[in-house]
């Protein structure tokens, strides 16, 4: 119909289109008639959410720790669907009472009630860096009682939108991991060079608020299994952007956002950000 009033508008003679859809009617007919074939998602473990032919569990402790500390994992809609998330192993590590597994992005008072409580709590903290942030380890100092940690699950920049649009992850104590670690995901692309995958954050804040040096070792475990894995079926390893800048290798366009492009700087110039 377009066709034919642009021809009408320029004063040539209209040309009938019921042809033309005929002949592309006939052209697509035998399409129609080829089979289907259904996309089917490989079997997967009931523990570790790995397909069963390069499941996990070996890797995983026989049972779940026994910690006092419980999570809440604040989950991104999008990191749910990812191949390579980390956070089923987490819990499958953990007892379930005590990884509990929230995905959205906004969650207001009166749809999630429990975490509202949660939040309101004294011994509740929240792990999310920044100028506000305490340091765990003094935290964890001071704390006796079995405490509530939130962990945002997603990108950084996932994570910043659902920290500062949802009042109630302010109510907790805000804190942060001081700590020089290197992360092991290596299979994919961190900010920085001590950019933590939320399992290996995970297992950092439970050490220090359980006391207990080998539950990291413990949740560590499969995650380094997972990168072997897939390094050694093609996988390549991830350098941060922060490495790839200062080594001149970041083989991107540059942003043309200011903001961007500023805090890519940041990352040149070591500056924390």
Known sequence: ?????????SGATPVPAAPVAA????????LWELPVERCE????????????????????????????TCLYIIQHPAEESR????V?????????????????????EDRYPELATVCRSPNTLILYPGAEAT?????????????????????WSQAKDIFYKNSLFRLPKQVQLKTNISSQYVIRTQPTNTCLSTLECAAVALTIMEKNKSIQETILRPLQALCSFQ??????????????????LYDKP??????????????VNNVKI
């Not at 540059?254 to 990352?267: V, W």
């Open 254 to 267: 540059m942003p043309k956002n200011k903001r961007k492009l500023r805090r890519m700087e940041l990352l």
């Open 23 to 30: 002949e592309e009617g006939e052209g697509c007919a035998g």
């Open 41 to 68: 998602r490989r079997p997967e473990c009931g523990r570790c959410s790995r397909p069963q032919k390069v499941c996990l569990c070996p890797f995983l402790p026989v049972h779940p720790l026994k910690v006092s």
């Open 88 to 108: 089923p192993l987490l819990a499958a590590c953990l007892p379930p009472d005590k990884c509990k597994i929230l995905v959205g992005r906004r969650f207001s």
């Open 83 to 86: 191949v390579l998330r980390t």
């Open 1 to 9: 119909m377009e066709r034919g009033s642009a021809a009408a508008g």
């Open 231 to 248: 390094l050694q079926h093609g996988a390549q390893i991830h350098h941060s952007k922060e490495h790839l800048l200062k080594n001149g």
């Open 135 to 155: 340091n765990l380890e003094e935290v964890a100092v001071m704390s006796a009682s079995p405490s509530v940690m939130i962990i945002i699950d997603g990108t």
